[in-house]
């Protein structure tokens, strides 16, 4: 065997353990969430299984959270596989119809849902990895808070489907003013 082959081989097992997972399912960290609730109050979450629910209205798999109204101030930490785009665009939406929607998520900025949906609430990234429910190790991914707050319907704007990336900067963020001395 030559080190081509033992480097080919590290690169393999490597690239297997961090692209794949036996689950979407990261269950949230309890004192993670309670430093939250302590800030938003949480009234349902809306993502969750009956073993691992933060709040005492959840909605579960059976439920189908995506096809409820979600009011008030919600929590979710959505399967973090191919459905979570859908997940995010709910959270966007029902914040148009006056929710607090606050998202564990993971922070994949080169994603289109990132760029459709996360970009337009308030992101709080997480120093480090988290170490979620369940799992022995910290998560292999690095993680984020997103907060969808209410708006008005008519004071949101569309979703646009092609844009420049500094439209959609100026969107998320108004351009710092250097005269105003705040930074």
Not at 45 to 60: G, H, L, P, Q, S
Not at 66 to 83: E, I, K, V
Not at 130 to 136: D, R, S, T
Request: hydrophobic share 40%; aromatic share 10%; charged share 25%.
């Amino acid at each position: 065997m030559t080190l081509r082959d033992d480097l080919a081989g590290l690169v393999t097992m490597k690239r297997d353990v961090w692209a794949t997972s036996k689950t979407d399912l990261w269950a949230t960290p309890q004192d993670f969430f309670d430093r939250l609730n302590d800030e938003f109050s949480f009234q349902v979450d809306v993502c969750a299984t009956a073993e691992n629910a933060k709040c005492a209205r959840f909605f579960t798999i059976a439920d189908d959270g995506l096809s409820q109204t979600w009011a008030g101030s919600c929590w979710m930490n959505p399967p973090y596989g191919r459905t979570i785009a859908a997940w995010m665009r709910k959270a966007y939406e029902s914040s148009l119809d006056g929710a607090t929607v606050v998202c564990l998520v993971p922070a994949r900025t080169d994603t289109a849902w990132w760029h459709d949906y996360a970009m337009r609430g308030t992101i709080r990234f997480i120093r480090g990895r988290l170490k979620f429910g369940g799992h022995a190790n910290n998560a292999p991914f690095p993680s984020a808070v997103v907060i969808f707050l209410p708006l008005a319907r008519h004071d949101a704007e569309p979703i646009a489907e092609s844009g420049t990336m500094a439209d959609e900067c100026r969107r998320v963020r108004p351009p710092i003013d250097p005269t105003s001395g705040v930074a």
